[in-house]
């Protein structure tokens, strides 16, 4: 019986290594959102990236033809700016980020990288070209290093420690007894919502694509964490091309424009100075969400003093 039950061991081993794997890539596409409904052109050239401005040109979309969430949306990125994206839950913020990425196409308009369709190039360009720091980033079940790496599986140690550091998640990884050898992820350390963030903009910090998408956590941080987040990201997309998709409103305050959405259309863009003298849903959005924080802030500072 022992005999047997080595390779049966061993067996079970293998068994959940693999499911842990297919769990890995279901995860993945699920936080994505991937249906796998889009394919290259035949004719498909890679993306020439140059500068890496992005437009949105009169953007029609529907996930469901009887269901309009974009009707007819345009703005342009600058090469090198920062464009946030707000609006009430449901708007269609995060359908403009997995839009760019291909994830699906347009009914009808275009979206263009350097003046190149995206229905034009490959996808494996195009996805090469953007870097992404989600709402909710999958660790692999590895090292922290690995997870790191995985922005540029060739990048070396003194690398992959200096995107930690940029990415202000250094001093945590440097505290923990395995230091970057700790394995993290559903069977390792279980990394708190701004850890994964940073661990996420540490990947993006390595890919150093020329166009960066942020999809802000929707959850709440602590002040100190999104001090340190918005640090990191400062730093990531200074000098890119920046897609902020804002479910908070604290990130967007530096935008080179904001872009609030409402029922599918674009109701107000502007500076945050300039919509906050507007006085319209952008200045409402603003007022409501400073007293919510406030008001945690005040518990967070009564529970701590109880
Ligand atoms: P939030 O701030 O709550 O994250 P959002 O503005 O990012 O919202 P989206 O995720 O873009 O909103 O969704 C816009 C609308 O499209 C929502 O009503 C949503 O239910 C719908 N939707 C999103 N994904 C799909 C999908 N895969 N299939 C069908 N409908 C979808």
Redesign the pocket.
């Known amino acids: 019986l022992m005999q047997l039950s080595v390779p049966l061991n061993f067996i079970g081993f293998i068994y959940r290594e693999i499911r842990q794997g297919l769990t890995d890539i279901e995860h993945m596409f699920d936080l994505l ?1 991937v249906k796998q409904e889009v394919v290259d052109k035949p004719a498909a050239k890679a993306l020439a990236i140059g500068q890496g401005k992005v437009e949105f040109r009169d953007v029609h979309f529907a ?2 033809p009887q269901r309009p ?1 974009l009707k007819g949306i345009s703005f342009e990125v600058p090469a090198g700016k920062t464009v946030a994206i707000v ?1 009430p ?7 403009i980020s997995r839009l760019l990425f291909r994830f699906y196409d347009v009914q009808s308009g275009s979206i263009l990288i350097d003046g190149q369709d995206v229905r034009d190039v490959t996808q494996e360009t195009l996805r090469a070209a953007i870097g992404m720091v989600p709402q909710d980033t999958v660790l692999f079940n590895d090292t922290i290093a690995y997870n790191i790496r995985y922005g540029r599986p060739g990048a070396t140690d003194e690398e992959v420690r200096r995107a930690a550091e940029m990415a202000q998640i250094g001093p945590f990884i440097e505290h923990l007894p395995e230091g970057y050898k700790a394995m993290v992820g559903e069977r390792g350390l279980k990394l708190s919502g701004g850890e994964k963030q940073r661990v996420a903009i540490a990947r993006t910090i390595l890919k150093a694509p020329p166009i960066l998408m942020l999809d802000e956590a ?1 959850s709440a941080l602590d002040t100190h964490t999104e001090q340190e987040i918005q640090a990191a990201l400062d730093l990531v997309s200074r000098g890119r091309t920046t897609l902020v ?1 804002a ?1 908070r409103l604290s990130t967007v305050i530096s935008a080179d424009e904001i872009i609030v959405l409402k029922d599918g259309l674009i109701a107000e863009r502007g500076t945050h100075s300039s919509l906050l003298h507007h006085g319209g849903l952008y200045a409402s959005m603003w007022a409501r969400q400073r007293e919510a924080s406030e008001a945690e802030e005040r518990l967070r500072i009564a529970r701590a003093t109880d």
Do not use: F, N
């Open positions: 959102d996930y469901d969430i609006g839950s449901g708007a269609g913020k995060s359908t929707t998709i479910h």
